[in-house]
């Protein structure tokens, strides 16, 4: 365990709940394959067994009280101080009340706990499942420490969204319900591995591969493709919002070579690898109905290069409706947003 925390924002690291821990590494990536009989009537046992994570929305909403319901769950419209807030996407927050209503807190029932973390570790690839649980007990203490959810619309009518936030986590389940949104809108990932301020080699950071993958593309390039791909600042990690192709920087995709351009295919494989294959093959089709990766450009950004060793800690891979802004100075932060349609409004904060 890790006492040497400078981030500000963090609480004192705790124990992971072995049981809780243990539970999700048994409902693994079938989504709820082994939800207790109490969960799920045994004559419900085999549909369970390949239940995706939006049946586990549901069955969340129908298992809630009218309290709980009116604490989260909300309009599908629903605005607050913060703007639409089904569509809020920030580097660390909470959705609804941390401090009453955390997933793993006494708000929720025991049941309603275990479907809660069952849905989260569903929208991810199973392979990916002790990486995200380091990632949460670096961050956050754990699995069920600081994260909140809040619902919108109604499951199993019409529209609907599931979304979880807490420290470097924004992430969503909507059922494809959302019109023109991969993930069903702008997601957040980021790990602070030992301290906010990591090393030049981001020990122990879980997403700091994806760099490195994007960084052997800057390896490949030659001296004038350098000149184009190298831009001095980055701009502000959260201005993620959807752009003019002429305002784009970096190196177009399509000057590359045919294995610079197999390069950074792979790149973006790595960067969707984390996720379940539907929200991939969402992403993918929305990348691709705006003139696929041939349409985008990445950029390595100069400011803020840890250990000014030339491995760039900042970039991004941007395109008419989609943008991947890695941050990793001085820790990893990581802004997605992707869409089949350039005319989708950013709700952002950093």
Known sequence: MNHERLCPDCCSLEDLDVNRRRFVQTVGAVAGASLLPRVLPAAESDSARTAKPETLVKQLYDSMTPD?????????????????????????????????????????????????????????????????????????????????????????????????????????????????????????????????????????????????????????????????????????????AFRDPDDFQGIRINELADDQKAHVRGVLDLLLEPYRSIDRDEAMKCLNSHGGLDACRIAFYQNNDIGDDGVWDNWRLEGPTFVWHYRGAPHVHVWVNISDSPDVKLNAKG
Request: net charge negative; charged share 25%.
């Open 68 to 240: 709980q319901q009116k604490a989260i769950c909300f309009p599908w419209d629903y605005e607050d101080a913060r703007g639409l807030l089904r569509t809020r996407v920030q580097n660390n927050w909470s959705i609804t009340d941390p401090k009453t209503q955390n997933v793993g807190g006494s708000f929720y029932s025991k049941v309603q706990q275990e479907l809660i973390e069952a849905l989260f570790f569903s929208l991810y690839n199973p392979e990916w499942h002790d990486r995200i649980r380091t990632q949460l007990h670096d961050d956050a203490g754990g699995y069920g420490k600081q994260q909140t959810i809040a619902i919108f619309g109604k499951p199993g009518e019409d529209k609907f969204e599931f979304v979880m936030t807490g420290r470097h986590l924004t992430i969503r389940c909507d059922g494809n319900s959302t019109e023109h949104m991969a993930f069903g809108g702008p997601i957040f990932y980021g790990h602070a591995a030992r301290n906010f301020n990591e090393d030049a080699q981001h020990t122990g950071n879980v997403y700091w591969h994806q760099a490195l993958k994007a960084n052997e593309l800057y390896q490949m390039l030659d001296g004038k493709q350098r000149s184009r791909a190298l831009v001095p600042r980055a701009p502000e990690e959260d201005k993620v």
